[in-house]
């Protein structure tokens, strides 16, 4: 399976926008990209997901390089309830094997600031 | 519009006893999935459940976990005689039966949090 390397943490200040990376070196033309979050004694939440080309959506924007090997979830405007864990996790788009399953890694842990 | 329901959400169990811990998919949802967080570890999979059917259960520890989803109720989560090393956060996901897995978010629900003593 191909791999994902995050930052273990960073650090925001409220209000300003953030920049998660991801680099996924070894990604497959048929991996999506996903990102998730974990707000701390919660369920992991589902944030975006894409291709190839950057998304939106009202929660954050997945930014895809050109080559896909690394791609930046960018929160806009960071609040106070934006803290924590969020991981990016490769899904293969070809139906078998077992692209059902999510494979998180430790994430990175991001801290905002008043 | 009720997401995925896990219940309890805390469980205390001393070792040998069992544990029984509940899911209820987003209604509609026919694929299930259980993961396990243990003490500042990541999310591990465990089980892909599908109505009455096991279609996955790679993540699970050979002895003691069991896991069902029936036609009728939530899933299950079974631990027998428990021991301290089960003591973990277990989350359970569910996904929408139409579109492919790769392509569609997973819902999760809050956890339980089981402590054995």
């Known amino acids: 399976d191909a791999k994902t390397t995050q930052p273990n943490s960073m650090e925001s200040n409220e209000e300003e926008p953030v920049h998660l990376p991801c680099n996924h070196s070894?990604?497959?033309?048929?991996?999506?990209i996903h990102w998730y979050r974990q707000l701390p004694s919660q369920g992991p939440e589902y944030v975006i997901h894409g291709l190839t080309s950057n998304v939106n959506n009202r929660m954050a924007s997945l930014a895809i390089a050109e080559d896909r090997k690394s791609s930046t979830l960018i929160l806009h405007r960071a609040t106070l309830r934006d803290a924590a864990v969020y991981y990016c996790i490769l899904r293969d788009v070809k139906s078998g094997g077992s692209n059902y399953k999510l494979t998180f890694g430790k994430g990175t842990l991001l801290t905002v600031n008043p | 519009n009720a997401g995925v329901m896990q219940n309890p959400r805390h469980l205390v169990r001393r070792r040998g006893q069992e544990a029984r811990l509940r899911c209820s998919p987003v209604k509609g949802h026919s694929h299930v999935y259980w993961y396990r967080q243990l003490p500042e570890e990541g999310l591990k999979f465990m089980v892909y459940l599908q109505k009455e059917n096991i279609i996955d259960e790679s993540g699970m520890p050979k002895e003691r976990f069991s896991a069902e989803f029936p036609k009728e109720g939530p899933s299950i989560l079974r631990i027998q005689q428990v021991v301290r090393g089960d003591s973990a956060a277990y989350f359970c996901?569910?996904?929408?039966?139409?579109?492919?897995?790769?392509?569609?978010?997973?819902?999760f629900g809050q956890g339980t949090r089981l402590t054995v003593v």
């Open positions: 070894t990604i497959s033309g048929t991996d999506y």
């Open positions: 996901a569910s996904s929408p039966r139409i579109g492919r897995p790769s392509d569609t978010e997973a819902f």
